[in-house]
């Protein structure tokens, strides 16, 4: 199973959106409703901050949302903040309890 | 609250063998998956497989069948990987997570801090 694909950067000033790509396959992003989000900063453990494609966990604002349109699925952060800089990984269920992640996308803030 | 506590930092050498843990907390350990996640140094996230609580029964990505093994103890609500010869390409952090938020679902929820492994040839 091969890495989803992701941007390797993007960057945005306070205040703007950011849309992030995960292109994937047949066989994992188009398959079903279950492509997840991470957000992970440096040194720390990795977040989820969206599931099932569009719902967040408690806590996570609601500057980030997501969606899915064949075998891509987007990551939308709105209204850019300094602390949204880091890694995001979308990830993505495959059947009988196995993941691919994406390659990772390091978000900057101008 | 759930937790997921891992074992400490461990420096190696190649053919060394090795186990680091996973001990979990907050819930109940045999109704949740808890599956692993590699991070090699400045590199991204790999899917190394994953065990269920109740019966062990454990799903290994073909990248990793063979190279290591995944096994818990729901008397100490403790999940492991270990390796029985480390190679220098071993070194990495690994993240245990449990499956879902819930009570099912196939997000990764609850992350572990993480165990840095250093391998050295």
């Known amino acids: 199973q091969s890495a989803l694909t992701q941007p390797r950067s993007v960057s945005g000033s306070p205040g703007q959106s950011v849309i992030i790509s995960c292109t994937g396959t047949?066989?994992?992003?188009?398959?079903?409703?279950?492509v997840t989000w991470y957000q992970q900063n440096p040194g720390k453990a990795p977040k989820l901050i969206v599931y099932?494609?569009?719902r967040r966990p408690s806590g996570v604002p609601d500057r980030f949302s997501g969606s899915k349109s064949g075998n891509t699925a987007s990551l939308i952060i709105s209204g850019l903040q300094a602390e949204d800089e880091g890694d995001y990984y979308c990830?993505?269920?495959?059947?009988?309890?196995?993941?691919?992640f994406g390659s990772g996308t390091k978000v900057t803030v101008l | 609250e759930v937790q997921l506590v891992q074992s400490g930092a461990e420096v190696k050498k190649a053919g060394d063998s090795l186990k680091i843990s996973c001990k979990a907390s907050?819930?109940?350990?045999?109704?949740?998956?808890i599956g692993w996640v590699r991070q090699r140094p400045g590199k991204g996230l790999e899917w190394m497989g994953i065990?269920?609580?109740?019966?062990?029964?454990?799903r290994y990505s073909p990248s990793f069948q063979g190279q290591v093994t995944i096994s818990a103890d729901k008397s100490i609500g403790t999940a492991y990987v270990q390796w029985s010869s480390l190679k220098a390409s071993d070194t990495a952090i690994y993240y245990c997570?449990?499956?879902?938020?819930?009570?099912?679902?196939?997000?990764?929820?609850?992350w572990g801090q993480g165990t840095l492994v250093t391998v050295s040839s």
């Open positions: 990830c993505s269920y495959v059947g009988d309890y196995s993941y691919v």
């Open positions: 907050g819930y109940t350990f045999t109704r949740y998956w």
């Open positions: 099932d494609v569009t």
């Open positions: 047949t066989n994992d992003i188009a398959r079903d409703q279950y």
């Open positions: 997570a449990r499956l879902s938020l819930g009570y099912s679902g196939y997000e990764l929820g609850y």
């Open positions: 065990i269920y609580g109740s019966d062990s029964d454990t």
